[in-house]
């Protein structure tokens, strides 16, 4: 599993402790306010705008909180005008790694994300060094003790999924972002069970890392997640289980 899916369910397992609860709060905040400006209020007509709710929802989210930050985003109240930047670099053992950013100043921003890499031992690089190594799909993670790979090649491949991959303790169906809706409307339907849900990155190929490499990896990632700014980021560094467990 790559490193970001992996960081994601763990986090996801874990739960939000209320500090972690409140960054996450303004993160979704931010990616709600930016969809409904780009593609409007209507969450039937706008897909970005519909995935963000989803998820606000999904961490109990008060309605009036994200039904404030779709009016600044519409106009019709006043909000801050966030402004999308994606940096490319390279982590620890030369991984890829993709930072999605939202910021109201770009400057704050890089400063932030440069001094992440560099602690990590690693550098933001040019536009498109490593973009071109993800793949950009639907992914929905299930464990393995909420269903079997029969039952869900039954309702997630008829319902239009790609592909089923397995995993040491879960199964990731792997979907086109546009068929996600479609197909986690069918896993809902048939009452399985996910530990997440979302249109991510997925890396074409792995790059493992080991040792002190995937511990600072780790930490990386930790850093990148605390940063207000990121929105989510994405690796294809490959991570023993066992170094995310000790760690």
């Not at 593609?39 to 519909?50: E, K, M, Q, T, Y």
């Not at 950013?101 to 890499?117: Q, S």
């Not at 199964?171 to 409307?185: G, S």
């Not at 190929?205 to 929105?231: C, P, R, S, W, Y």
Request: hydrophobic share 40%.
């Amino acid at each position: 599993m790559s490193g970001h899916s992996k960081w994601s369910t763990i986090k996801h397992k874990k739960g939000a402790a209320d500090a972690k609860r409140g960054k996450l709060f303004t993160k979704l905040i931010k990616e709600i306010t930016v969809a409904a400006r780009m593609g409007g209020g209507d969450a039937d007509a706008n897909p970005r705008l519909r995935h963000a709710l989803n998820s606000a929802r999904a961490q109990n989210m008060p309605k009036d909180t994200y039904e404030r930050a779709i009016k600044k985003g519409t106009g019709e109240l006043d909000g801050v005008n966030y402004e999308e930047i994606v940096y490319e670099g390279y982590g620890p053992g030369g991984v890829a790694v993709l930072v999605e950013c939202l910021t109201d100043n770009r400057n704050r921003t890089i400063a932030e994300v440069r001094h992440a890499f560099g602690k990590a031992g690693g550098n933001v690089g040019t536009d498109g060094c490593v973009s071109w190594m993800f793949d950009k799909k639907g992914l929905i993670s299930v464990s393995k003790e909420d269903a079997t790979e029969e039952m869900l090649m039954e309702v997630a491949l008829e319902a239009g999924a790609e592909d089923i991959r397995e995993e040491t303790d879960s199964f990731e169906i792997i979907i086109e972002p546009a068929e996600f809706d479609a197909v986690k409307e069918a896993v809902d339907k048939a009452k399985i069970k996910y530990e997440l849900a979302e249109i991510t990155m997925i890396p074409q190929n792995m790059t493992a890392v080991e040792g002190k490499d995937a511990e600072q990896m780790i930490k990386f990632m930790d850093v990148l997640d605390e940063l207000d700014d990121v929105q989510k980021f994405y690796t294809n560094a490959d991570i023993p289980d066992e170094v995310f467990d000790a760690m």
